[in-house]
């Protein structure tokens, strides 16, 4: 028996209710950058094992409580790219109520707050490349400060591409005549790469600030 759904339309035919090709291809392309990711957590560990003194020597000089803090202010950002979503599906892309009215809010407001909260997090990590820097440790300096800044580095980066496709998302809203299932579909798959590195840079965070 076929697991597709027949859906009926209004003029009472039955039509294929297939996955959405957009989020499958998004899926698949987050699957690769999944692997990419498990190769610098394989790179960090085999250094780590390789050069033990390194990392009793510099690890010390990381600020676990600011990356903590840090840590919190990316998470929370999933949760309110979340909201967005929420609103994206109701095809609601602008707020119903005044400012501070957070209950009817629409998807761009919370992506705008999504938006600020991940710069703030890369603010946060510009922050403490300039610290430890100023200790010594360069991306130069040791294997550590290598596989450190590589690791933090890329995911970063990742960061940043995700900042940029709000951006893009939260124009589109404001450009469209109509939001429509297509607006929709790009912000919920845009959700999807947000929610991608905030889980990758937990990973992170655990490896590299906690597991000392």
Known sequence: MSSETAVPTAVGHATVNR???????????????????????????????AAPGLWAEDAPLLDGQFAAI????????????????????????????????????????????TFV?????????????ATLVSEGITISSTAYGSVFYLATGFHGLHVTGGLIAF??????????????????????????????VDVVWVGLFFVIYIIR
């Open 117 to 129: 909260m991940g710069s703030m997090f890369i603010a946060g990590q510009v922050w403490e490349y």
């Open 70 to 113: 840090n840590t919190g202010i990316l998470v929370s950002s999933s949760v309110t790219c979340q909201l967005g979503v929420f609103a994206a599906e109701r095809f609601q892309p602008h707020r119903l109520g005044g400012h501070l009215n957070v209950a009817r809010w629409g998807m761009v407001e919370w992506y705008v707050v």
């Open 167 to 196: 951006c893009v998302i939260i124009a589109r809203a404001f450009a469209a005549r109509r939001f429509g299932h297509h607006e929709a579909t790009a912000a919920i798959v845009t959700s999807y790469y947000w929610h991608f």
């Open 19 to 49: 996955p959405n090709m957009t989020s499958v291809g998004t899926i698949v392309w987050l699957s690769s950058e999944l692997m990419f990711f498990a190769g610098l957590f394989a790179m960090y560990f085999t250094i780590r094992a």
